[in-house]
């Protein structure tokens, strides 16, 4: 093959085109060896069930799983609400009390992430609290799904970190002060850590964010500690729901706490 160049004409062989054709064909190629990364990133990604895909955490965990090249089924009682756009992205309908529901959606994926909040019914009892129904639903699915079912993150609550060695923040907390459903919810969640503590035939890790969540931007920099609350050099226990959720994902595509709680904070 002869190549040569006279003027604004590039000879390839016995074929002559313009240099701007070439441009084109540079440009072209350039976009799909693009094109061909993303849809293997796609490929190569997890597929990431997110309950609660709406709340103040899920959206940030959606986001973060979306940008590091995973597929995300976003979860929730009201699908129409989920507004991102995203080709790797599914919003479905789900319920969480529903084991039907739920096993439809989970079968298949890799890892599922559920940060949800609520109490239901009129029940004054910790059992009612959704975030402990939860964690009881989908170990009950993930354990008939056997050896191939997808990992467990629960979103637990700061008050089952301890801010005292033996006293928990929950403990500490002014409970005549708080509403009722908020205590609830508080105790739910301590319910719902003892209760994944004791199941050792699914591959879950309980995620504790510190006191206080902030607004603030992701910066990709925290610690993972234990039971005992992280503080920073001024005492505050704090992190950002964006780095929350770097931390969430981290974990889902490392999985290097299995059946642990760990914390995160800066």
Avoid at 35 to 49: E, Q, R, T, W, Y
Wanted: charged share 20%; net charge neutral.
């Amino acid at each position: 093959m002869r190549v040569g160049e006279s003027n604004h004409i590039v000879y390839l062989g016995n074929m002559k085109i313009t240099r701007r054709t070439v441009s084109f064909l540079q440009r072209l190629f350039a976009c799909a060896l693009v094109s061909a990364s993303s849809l293997a990133l796609a490929d190569d990604g997890l597929d990431i069930v997110v309950y609660g895909a709406t709340g103040k955490v899920g959206t940030h965990v959606v986001q973060e799983a979306l940008e590091r090249g995973h597929n995300v089924t976003a979860v929730s009682r009201r699908p129409a609400q989920i507004t991102a756009q995203h080709v790797n992205l599914s919003a479905v309908k789900g319920d969480l009390l529903d084991e039907t529901s739920v096993a439809d959606i989970v079968t298949g994926a890799d890892v599922v992430i559920v940060s949800v909040r609520g109490v239901i019914g009129n029940s004054d009892k910790p059992e009612s609290a959704l975030q402990y129904m939860a964690a009881e639903m989908l170990v009950d699915v993930l354990h008939k799904l056997g050896p191939d079912a997808p990992r467990l993150l629960h979103v637990g609550g700061s008050g089952t970190l301890e801010v005292e060695p033996g006293v928990t923040f929950a403990a500490k907390l002014p409970t005549i002060l708080l509403p009722r459903g908020l205590e609830i919810e508080i105790l739910g969640q301590m319910l719902a850590l003892e209760f994944l503590g004791k199941v050792d035939d699914v591959n879950w890790t309980y995620v504790t964010p510190p006191k206080n969540f902030t607004n603030g931007p992701r910066t990709a920099e925290f610690r993972i500690g234990g039971a005992v609350a992280l503080k920073d050099g001024r005492g505050r226990t704090r992190l950002s729901r964006a780095d929350f959720a770097v931390a969430l994902i981290d974990e889902a595509e490392r999985a290097a706490y299995p059946r642990q709680r760990i914390s995160v904070a800066y």
